[in-house]
């Protein structure tokens, strides 16, 4: 059963207008949210996160929106640019539960139209 | 500069070998993480250490093992490789969850068994 869940697999969005990647959880126990980007034959580079206390995470041009009672997340990128093109991975951990590691998500894959 | 570093870009193996990859993080971190990306199936766990010779089972460790004998080393051994252990696999590093921090990642070893 799919824990994270990313129900876009590709997005594509006009240069300088915003994205919105989207983000689903079902385990109540995630309490720490992160976004990832990764390009093509390299690792995950991390984002920007958001800890359950919170619903709102802002870092230049990315926010993080946290909806508790829906279970719901989105990465806003504001304004894109041709190098936000990339897939994004949505991922959850539960803190309290020791090392247990990140649930990802299946990943969007965004394409910035010039 | 934090690192993570995997020892291969690129593998080729035959089926049935032993293979190995390591990965060394020299941020001291206790937790450290193997997983596999696959298209369409995200990131998945396959193991996990949050110490020195402790190890968990992730969600696919099925035709794995791992070795952590020493706090920045956590090696991932396919006791006998298959075709469908053709992925790319990435590792990870973090503090415990409990500081709220993000998992830093490797560049990843595009592994290719034939």
């Known amino acids: 059963d799919q824990q994270v869940k990313q129900n876009s697999p590709s997005l594509s969005v006009q240069e300088g207008r915003i994205s919105i990647l989207n983000c689903d959880y079902t385990?109540?126990?995630?309490?720490?949210f992160l976004w990832y980007k990764k390009y093509p034959a390299e690792g995950p580079t991390f984002l920007i996160s958001?800890?359950?206390?919170?619903d709102k995470n802002e870092d230049g041009r990315f926010t993080v929106f946290l909806n508790k009672s829906a279970k719901h997340l989105s990465l806003h990128i504001v304004p894109s640019q041709p190098g936000d093109s990339a897939v994004y991975f949505c991922?959850?951990?539960?803190?309290?539960?020791?090392?247990?590691?990140?649930?990802f998500g299946k990943g969007t894959h965004l394409i910035i139209q010039p | 500069d934090v690192k993570v570093t995997q020892s291969s870009r690129y593998l080729v193996k035959r089926t049935g070998e032993k293979v190995f990859l390591e990965c060394v993080q020299d941020?001291?971190?206790?937790?450290m993480f193997w997983y596999r990306q696959d298209p369409g199936l995200g990131l998945r766990l396959i193991y996990f250490?949050?110490?020195?010779?402790?190890?968990e089972k992730g969600d696919i460790p099925e035709g794995y093992s791992v070795s952590r004998e020493k706090k920045e080393r956590f090696s991932l051994i396919l006791e006998s490789a298959s075709t469908n252990q053709t992925s790319m696999y990435l590792c990870a590093s973090s503090t415990p969850w409990q500081t709220y921090t993000e998992a830093f990642f490797g560049q990843g070893t595009r592994l290719t068994v034939v």
């Open positions: 991922a959850a951990s539960n803190s309290g539960g020791g090392a247990d590691g990140l649930t």
């Open positions: 385990n109540s126990m995630f309490d720490y």
């Open positions: 941020m001291d971190h206790e937790n």
């Open positions: 958001i800890s359950s206390i919170k």
């Open positions: 250490s949050y110490d020195v010779k402790m190890k």
